[in-house]
């Protein structure tokens, strides 16, 4: 007896190392597959629910298919957030999560948490300078003053943050110059000019017009060389406008039809075109939303895309125009993929996540 049951607890044992065994090399595989070649096309972020939390990340593989929850997957529970936006950081993702606080470093391949940097109050947008990644962060919705924080990406720590006036959004580099739109509730709008090279040093360049309710969202840059910036308000005159480096201001207003509040704004390949959206901002279902063209030196307007649902686009290396109606954040939304010319070109059920709204295109 004594035997048997001997050889009893050793062949359970035997099948419990096997089980082992086979997880493990299960986990390494699925490691490995996503580190040969597995250079996918598009991060889609799906920005979830505020409610619940739950924001996800799916992406466009090799083969062109959709692959839903990649971060839960890898890591073994959802990122449990509100996810506002992502920056690519060259091996690594920085996911901002908005109600989180946090800014989350998933390695690019893998998806798996690298380091999570917390304490910084609602991280809106981003931009990687010379090993830094910059994040816009929102003190208070009433206007008070915010900040850029500084991140050294070689250890994923804070080294610095600086003071910008209002509320900032979005960032990006140039002319060795961080540029950072900026709204304070019943004053002008402008953009906060930071010197990384120079000590952090803070030039406000303002909008002299005279429009009322303009808040300033985001920026681009055209084959020029020019900044342009989105300035938006709820149920009142939007549109762009050229930032003039020389007298240190905002030029004056291009206004644009019905361009929508979050003001998102994208050159074309070309860099002789702005897209832009127009719509409620609602997401709702039946939401007519387009996406159109404003040509910098002519000031046309041309639409591209009509739709509904639209909450974000993206416009990848190619030309193609991605966006997706999120039903009012009740369900999955539907992905929407476009030529330059405006023909879909993918699938009417492709689903991705909850509240798809970021859409953005690795470098390789």
């Not at 972020?45 to 959709?66: A, L, P, V």
């Not at 919705?141 to 600086?162: A, H």
């Not at 798809?356 to 390789?364: D, G, I, Q, S």
Request: proline residues 2%.
């Amino acid at each position: 007896m004594a035997k048997k049951v001997f050889s009893k607890v050793l062949w359970a044992t035997i099948a419990c190392m096997a089980l082992l065994s086979s997880c493990e090399k299960e986990e390494e595989n699925r490691d490995r597959e996503r580190n040969t070649d597995e250079r996918y096309s598009c991060l889609i972020i799906n920005q979830g629910n505020y409610s619940e939390s739950n924001g996800s990340i799916s992406i466009i593989n090799k083969e062109d298919k959709i692959e839903n929850q990649v971060y839960k997957e890898s890591n073994g529970e959802p990122l449990a957030s509100i996810i506002e936006s992502a920056v690519d950081c060259g091996s690594t993702w920085a996911l901002l999560c908005n109600n989180e606080d946090k800014v989350e470093i998933i390695d690019k391949v893998t998806f798996k948490t690298k380091a999570t940097i917390k304490d910084i109050p609602t991280p809106r947008y981003g931009v990687v300078r010379k090993g830094y990644l910059y994040v816009t962060s929102v003190t208070a919705w009433d206007g008070s003053n915010g900040f850029v924080y500084q991140i050294d990406l070689s250890n994923n720590t804070i080294k610095e943050k600086v003071e910008v006036t209002g509320i900032p959004e979005g960032i990006i580099a140039q002319y060795n110059s961080l540029w950072v739109t900026s709204t304070v509730y019943g004053s002008a709008p402008s953009v906060s000019r930071i010197e990384p090279d120079k000590e952090m040093k803070v030039t406000a360049y303002p909008y002299t017009g005279t429009e009322a309710g303009l808040e300033a969202k985001h920026l681009a840059v055209d084959k020029n060389g020019t900044i342009w910036v989105s300035l938006s308000a709820y149920a009142s005159t939007s549109g762009v406008a050229a930032i003039d480096t020389t007298k240190k201001e905002i030029s004056a207003l291009n206004a644009l039809d019905g361009f929508i509040y979050s003001g998102h704004i994208y050159a074309s390949k070309a860099g002789d075109k702005l897209y832009y959206m127009t719509g409620s901002g609602s997401g709702a279902a039946d939401d007519v939303t387009t996406i159109k063209t404003f040509d910098v030196k002519s000031k046309e307007v041309a639409t591209i895309v009509k739709g509904n649902g639209f909450y974000g686009f993206g416009i990848a290396p190619d030309g193609e125009i991605y966006t997706a109606n999120v039903y009012g954040f009740t369900s999955n939304s539907t992905l929407q993929i476009y030529d330059s010319r405006g023909t879909k070109i993918n699938g009417d059920d492709e689903l991705v996540g909850v509240g798809a709204c970021r859409f953005l295109f690795p470098k390789w």
